[in-house]
């Protein structure tokens, strides 16, 4: 089996022969000594942390970030002088849950990323080949734009279709442009497979940005004849996290960047195997790095060595770490409906209504009340439906979530 593309990456990013546990250990050290020292200079958050550490283990002891604390003072976090700041994402990351924060990005952090991005895409994805991306594109240096530039590095052709389109055009693209791959988020792309699947020349798809149910993975898949290349990224790390190999057992986290942990709930490191809060250290960012950031993301770190032989660590990210309903909830029990296109859930008071886009089936407001049904009690559930056509569009723009 081909070793993950993303080893290969670290040594040429870190100029390189080979990478091995002791080597990838080393270099995390000292890339994290050299930022204690840099933030201590600073002054700033993080000033009151020790300017060394002797061992990767004694990061143990350092406090955590919250996403609350980059609401507060995202000033604070940053290095280096504003004229160096490149992009800066303001917003919440989830849904509409969480406080708004803003994220600073370098060049450095971009072009990053964009290789990162190509190392990833290069495990389903070969030169003269195209690609369908349907992640936004509203702005440059945006996701949709990174991973075109990243398509470009391999020499394939990126057609930027950005998340707004309906599916009578992504229909069109797909007849004119006959695209070998797919990049965005997973439930747009079973929605598009649904509405239009019979002439789909798609072969792989690298799902990113969205929770992905376990179904909607299982469909898909069917679909493409191939297994999913998930990836998992963040605001917090320059939209670039971790990337799929051959094996497709987890994610390589880029950890010549990130220093993955996984706490429990006393906030205590867990057993590797073991699910809890993925915490991020972000050795590699440049302008605006995090010590040992709160994410947020229920996750954890495979413990066996990965069947492709890379030393890059592996992780698997279940979703929000949320006690409340979930869209991801929805979604897993919903889209086991096959005529289900597309569905949106929002709370009106204490009702729960369900918009959706269907393609047929007179039982289908029963079949959609009997699958949630276990998540809530009938009358707090409101349910329409609509049928799809080709106007329709992704009911939405980003991640998905419960308004
Ligand atoms: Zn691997």
Redesign the pocket.
Known sequence: MK??ALDKWICAQENITCLTGDILEDLQLKKLNALLAKVKRRGGFYSDLPEHLTSLRELDNLPFTTAEDLAENAASFLLGSQSEVSRIISGVTSGTTGPSKRIFYSDGDLENTVTFFAAGISEMTAAGETVLITMPFAVSGGLGDLIARAVELLGAKPVRAGSDLSYAELSEIMCLECPDSYIGMPIPLLSLLRFCGENSTLKHALVSADVCPVSVQREIEDFLGSSLFPHYGLRECCLGGAVT???H??M?VRENHIIPEIIGIDEKPVRNGDYGELVITTIGMEVMPLIRYKTGDRARILAEP?????VSA?IEVEGRLDDNLRMSDIDEVLFDIKELIDVKAEFAGDVLELKAYVSGNAQIREEIQKRVSPLLPADKIKISTQICDGNCKSLYVGKRFIG
């Open positions: 070793k993950s190999c051959q094996a057992e987890g390589h990965c069947p492709c032989g890379a592996r």
